[in-house]
């Protein structure tokens, strides 16, 4: 039986989908809301800070205010089915990341958003959702 599920949640209607998801179908259980800081991606725009650790410093405390921005929305979607939600940051690669804040948290299934793709088109779930259900240990429901 399912007792925690972890959503990576950045704010898309994907994420959405996936914690409206969660909602409804595990919403007796505990949720908790996931948003990655992507180090992969953002360390590019950051590299020019490496001589300025205090614009790092205060570019990341952006990236955590941008996250109680998420997790509003995140809570507005969690109230309409009468569900409370827990809320966690982690700063890496998003697969990496959730992958390891699932064992952190004591999560046992994984929620996540994904591309919808036609029979007709490639079948790409999306590089994170992949990596996810290539690695994970726990099971992981996509959502499209």
Same mark, same amino acid.
């Given at each position: 039986?399912?007792?925690h599920?972890?959503?990576?949640?950045?704010?898309?209607?994907?994420?959405?989908n996936?914690l409206?998801?969660?909602?409804?179908v595990?919403?007796?259980q505990?949720i908790?809301?996931l948003y990655?800081?992507?180090s992969?991606t953002?360390e %590019?725009?950051?590299?020019g800070?490496?001589?300025h650790?205090?614009e790092?410093?205060?570019?990341?405390?952006?990236?955590?205010?941008h996250?109680?921005?998420l997790?509003s929305?995140?809570?507005?979607?969690?109230?309409?089915?009468?569900?409370?939600l827990?809320t966690?940051?982690?700063?890496g690669?998003?697969?990496e990341m959730?992958?390891?804040?699932?064992?952190?948290?004591?999560?046992?299934?994984?929620?996540?958003?994904?591309h919808?793709?036609?029979?007709l088109q490639e079948?790409?779930?999306?590089?994170v959702?992949e990596?996810?259900?290539?690695?994970?240990?726990?099971?992981v %429901?996509?959502?499209r």
């Open positions: 039986m399912v007792e599920v972890l959503v990576p949640f950045d704010g898309s209607p994907l994420s959405e996936a409206e998801f969660a909602c409804e595990f919403g007796s505990t908790t809301v990655v800081v992507d992969h953002d %590019t725009a950051a590299s800070w490496g001589d650790p205090s790092w410093e205060d570019w990341l405390e952006d990236r955590r205010d996250a109680e921005d997790f929305s995140a809570r507005t979607i969690a109230d309409d089915h009468d569900v409370s827990q966690g940051v982690a700063v690669r998003v697969a959730i992958l390891e804040a699932a064992a952190e948290y004591g999560a046992d299934h994984i929620v996540v958003g994904t919808g793709r036609s029979h079948f790409v779930l999306g590089s959702p990596s996810l259900v290539r690695q994970s240990e726990i099971p %429901t996509t959502v």
